[in-house]
């Protein structure tokens, strides 16, 4: 589950309401804190608390509190030596013993371990010159960071870099993440990620829930049990792949492949007559059939039992690409690669097709693909990736996979899920055609489009896993297991 930054402020005014009081969750903050610090790093020489205007602030000065009672060696040093701006972090001030210097006068030195209380999730502006020269320093002399709730710089809704962030290798956060723990650069700023339980009651986290959600399986529980013992290869979904010229033919097989793969009854083939031979000489379960025009896609799409389509892995980009896509505008669709940039100079005329009825087009554009279509959205730098892509499917009537190490789903309805299990080494030549083949897979077997997307994300990321550090896009095809 993810909360939104905005949310934070509104828990902890419920809390006080039902008679938690804000002191106490400092408190119960401060505790995780000094309590990750003193299990991650018993080799520290001393612990630098380093404490903000507010209540990121007074977690630290909670926490310094304590390790000070634990007997651990600590200082701490403050961006302002003005008082905190709230009331809870001016109470942590004066109850913490240590003496606080200002900011400026820290020297870092090895054998530190640095607890980043500066700022929380709710980040509005770039930290100054003078904590981004902190940052360098710290880095330079690989001193080791502990964040408070969140990287100091790092933007909680977006998971932007406000100027500078710090790279901590442990984070403490409280009650839930936040969507820019997931989403990058964020991420990796946090390190290891450690959510502390600070007495906030369940039902009030589940009423502030953010409807942006971490992928996982839960999301497309419903379809878990899609095949029946009864079935028939029919009944278990059958595909259309679109295959491109002679020479460009291995895309739309890795992507027919992994249809398969993915649980597709069968899979079939459609393409140029020119390219029928390299096809047949490499396909055995996939099936083949001599698409050349719109007279024979349109007698090929007499054929019901066609439940989803994929195209554009090698399709080639232009006119014939436009014309197949609005010849399917009333069938589940997979757009990808050439399949997008064909409509790159009238966007309008692919949402125009699609724009009525349940999503039933999926678009799968990593960034270079998404600002074709979207250019302004794309070019809006303020907005989150989470943003960017609702926007588009909102536009699109689609559901949008906007890919990457952090891949977003996003559905017209506001529906959001950041996808965090993909490894690195997914990042490989023909890995998005074999995404592609599994959303068409699921979508033919009956699953709703979001559903669709975010299961064959999270699948696509698994297949990297178990194909481990040198996957080609082949070997990824045959660690899908759904
Ligand atoms: N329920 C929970 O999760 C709980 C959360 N808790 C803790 O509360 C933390 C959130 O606290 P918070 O809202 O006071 O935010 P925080 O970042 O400390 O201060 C923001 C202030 O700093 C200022 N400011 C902003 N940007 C600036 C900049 N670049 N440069 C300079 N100044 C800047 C800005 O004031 P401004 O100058 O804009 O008027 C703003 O008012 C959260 O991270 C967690 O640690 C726990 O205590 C208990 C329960
Ligand atoms: N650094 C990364 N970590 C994890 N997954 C990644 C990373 N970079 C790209 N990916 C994933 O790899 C796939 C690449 O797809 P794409 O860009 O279409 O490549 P291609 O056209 O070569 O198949 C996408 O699913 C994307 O989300
Ligand atoms: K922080």
Not at 95 to 124: K, Q, T
Not at 453 to 472: I, S
């Amino acid at each position: 589950m993810l909360i939104e930054p905005e949310a934070v402020a509104k828990i902890d005014a419920d809390c006080i309401r039902s008679g938690i009081p804000g002191y106490a969750l400092m408190t119960a903050a401060g505790h995780a804190v000094a309590a990750a610090a003193l299990r991650h790093y018993p080799e520290a020489e001393r612990f630098v608390v380093l404490a903000g205007p507010g209540n990121n602030g007074g977690d630290g000065y909670v926490a310094a509190r304590l390790l000070a009672e634990s007997g651990a060696d600590i200082r701490v040093f403050r961006l302002s030596m003005k008082p905190p701006m709230t009331e809870d972090a001016s109470r942590a001030h004066a109850e913490c013993p240590v003496e606080g210097l200002p900011l400026s006068m820290y020297c870092p030195r090895l054998g530190d371990v640095v607890i980043d209380a500066l700022f929380g999730a709710g980040l509005a502006r770039d930290l100054s010159p003078e904590v981004s020269d902190l940052i360098s320093e710290l880095e330079r002399n690989r001193i080791p960071v502990l964040s408070v709730d969140i990287p100091s710089g790092i933007c909680g809704r977006s998971g932007h870099i406000r100027g500078a962030a710090f790279r901590a290798e442990r984070t403490v956060t409280f009650v839930a993440l936040k969507p820019g723990q997931v989403l990058l650069p964020g991420r990796e700023h946090c390190g290891e990620v450690e959510i502390a339980e600070i007495g906030v009651p369940r039902r009030l986290i589940e009423q502030y829930r953010s409807p942006t959600r971490i992928n996982s399986p839960d999301i497309w529980l419903d379809y878990a049990s899609a095949k029946t013992p009864s079935g028939h290869k029919y009944s278990h979904g059958s595909l259309g792949v679109f295959s491109g010229g002679a020479t460009q033919t291995g895309a739309c097989r890795l992507a027919a492949e992994a249809g398969l793969r993915a649980g597709a009854g069968l899979v079939t083939i459609a393409g140029p007559s020119e390219a029928l031979a390299a096809n047949a000489a490499h396909l055995t379960a996939v099936m083949l059939r001599q698409v050349d025009g719109r007279a024979e896609l349109d007698e090929w799409l007499q054929d019901r039992r066609l439940g989803a389509f994929v195209l554009g892995p090698g399709f080639g980009v232009g006119e014939k690409a436009r014309d197949f896509v609005l010849a399917l505008r009333d069938r589940n669709l997979v757009l990808d690669a050439d399949g997008i940039t064909s409509f790159r100079d009238d966007p309008e005329r692919l949402f125009e097709a699609f724009s009525t009825g349940a999503p039933h087009l999926i678009l799968t554009p990593h960034d270079g693909e998404f600002g074709r279509l979207f250019p302004d959205v794309a070019a809006s730098k303020e907005i989150s990736k989470v943003e960017r892509a609702q926007a588009a499917a909102r536009r699109a009537n689609a559901i949008i996979i906007l890919k990457g190490a952090d891949t977003v789903i996003a559905g017209p309805d506001g529906r959001c899920a950041i996808n965090s299990n993909a490894p690195p080494w997914l990042a490989t030549a023909g890995s998005g055609d074999v995404l592609a083949g599994i959303c068409g897979s699921l979508m033919a077997q009956g699953f709703a489009a979001f559903e669709t997307a975010c299961a064959a994300v999270w699948y696509h990321g698994e297949a990297g896993n178990r194909a481990g550090k040198g996957l080609t896009a082949e070997s990824l095809v045959s660690h899908i297991d759904i």
